[in-house]
């Protein structure tokens, strides 16, 4: 069985930082290409950070362009999405996908409140 875990996820004030984890199991992370996504209430999920099998290449969205870092240690079979200087608009339920030619497979979600 297959599984994505997503987690670090909560309520942080505006500015701050979290860090979101991708854990995988049942599948060796290394040869997938893993993306973060986010959906805010009322919003389709959006694209926010991709990163490639090897680690080497990383794209973002031009909201997070910065603040955001995407990272990946095929060793450990997880993929982490830094988020820092979050602001109210990054509020929303985060999720990571993982992605091998047509293979493709998506995590529970994490929430991630900004508030004050």
């Known amino acids: 069985q297959v599984l994505l875990v997503e987690s670090g996820g909560g309520l942080v004030q505006p500015g701050g930082s979290l860090r979101l984890s991708c854990a995988a199991s049942g599948i060796f992370l290394r040869n997938y290409a893993v993306s973060w996504y986010r959906q805010r209430p009322g919003k389709e999920r959006e694209l926010i950070a991709s990163i490639d099998s090897s680690g080497g290449s990383s794209n973002y969205v031009d909201s997070v362009k910065g603040r955001f870092t995407i990272s990946r240690d095929n060793a450990e079979n997880t993929v982490w999405l830094q988020m820092n200087s979050l602001i109210v608009e990054d509020s929303g339920v985060y999720y990571c996908?993982?992605?091998?030619?047509?293979?493709?497979?998506w995590g529970q979600g994490t929430q991630v409140t900004v508030s004050s």
């Open positions: 996908k993982a992605q091998f030619f047509a293979a493709t497979y």
